[in-house]
């Protein structure tokens, strides 16, 4: 069974640097195919995604949010880790890790079929 | 970059049949994902590769994608599945869209 869960810290003062941590059971990063993605929701805002990071180290990012965003990966820990850089209230959401696997026949799939709880951050001084 | 539209919202009666849209450039193309989410809970996988329903998903979900548009369709909607409902794509990165609010009246 694949469960993930979001850690770190929910509160961070504007020009803050967040981190967060995914630790993750029942899959594993080493594997062809899968990656582990952040995505976050703004209060009574839409689903945004933010990063991505696939077994083989490739990491994709959201192009409005770039520049200020690192993800990684601890595949012996099973954890992937996002940075964020100079946070800002706006940036106040839950923020999800999901998992994006492989069908039966090992082919990329395009969806993330298990998601976290989510960890509320706000950004406030 | 690539943007997926959505009806801001949508109301049905229970029992009856509703469609969400999710528009973007040449869609039928790219594979199309719907996820539910209520209050309060992290979103739930409900159709994937435009049509495919995932284990435990409710036969009244279905899903179809062409041309421009993909379409989320609840057969005999049930007061449960009042949610806000995301479409996503995948072009040169993963996008959702703007999402849908579902109320069952």
């Known amino acids: 069974q694949i469960t993930l869960k979001e850690s770190g810290p929910m509160l961070v003062e504007p020009t803050q640097t967040l981190t967060l941590t995914c630790t993750f059971s029942?899959?594993?990063?080493?594997?062809?195919?899968?990656?582990a993605a952040w995505i976050r929701r703004p209060p009574g805002k839409a689903l945004e995604w933010l990063a991505l990071?696939?077994?083989?180290?490739?990491?994709r990012y959201s192009p409005s949010l770039k520049s200020r965003l690192t993800i990684t990966k601890a595949t012996s820990k099973n954890q992937v880790v996002l940075t964020m850089t100079n946070m800002d209230p706006v940036d106040t959401a839950t923020y999800y890790c999901?998992?994006?696997?492989?069908?039966?026949?090992?082919?990329?799939?395009?969806?993330?079929?298990?998601w976290g709880q989510g960890i509320l951050v706000t950004v406030s001084s | 970059s690539y943007e997926l539209t959505q009806p801001p919202s949508v109301s049905v009666s229970p029992g009856q049949t509703v469609s969400i849209t999710c528009s973007g450039d040449?869609?039928?193309?790219?594979?199309v994902c719907w996820y539910q989410q209520k209050p309060g809970q992290s979103p739930v996988l409900v159709i994937y590769?435009?049509?495919k329903r995932p284990s435990g998903i409710p036969e009244r979900f279905s899903g179809s994608n062409s041309g421009n548009t993909a379409t989320l369709t609840i057969s005999g909607t049930q007061a449960m599945d009042e949610a806000d409902y995301y479409c996503?794509?995948?072009?040169?990165?993963?996008?959702f869209g703007g999402g849908t609010k579902l109320t069952v009246l």
């Open positions: 999901a998992h994006k696997g492989v069908n039966g026949s090992g082919s990329q799939t395009y969806y993330f079929d298990y």
């Open positions: 029942g899959f594993s990063l080493k594997t062809n195919g899968v990656a």
């Open positions: 990071i696939y077994w083989d180290d490739d990491k």
């Open positions: 040449k869609l039928g193309y790219k594979y």
């Open positions: 590769q435009d049509d």
């Open positions: 996503q794509a995948w072009d040169s990165s993963v996008v």
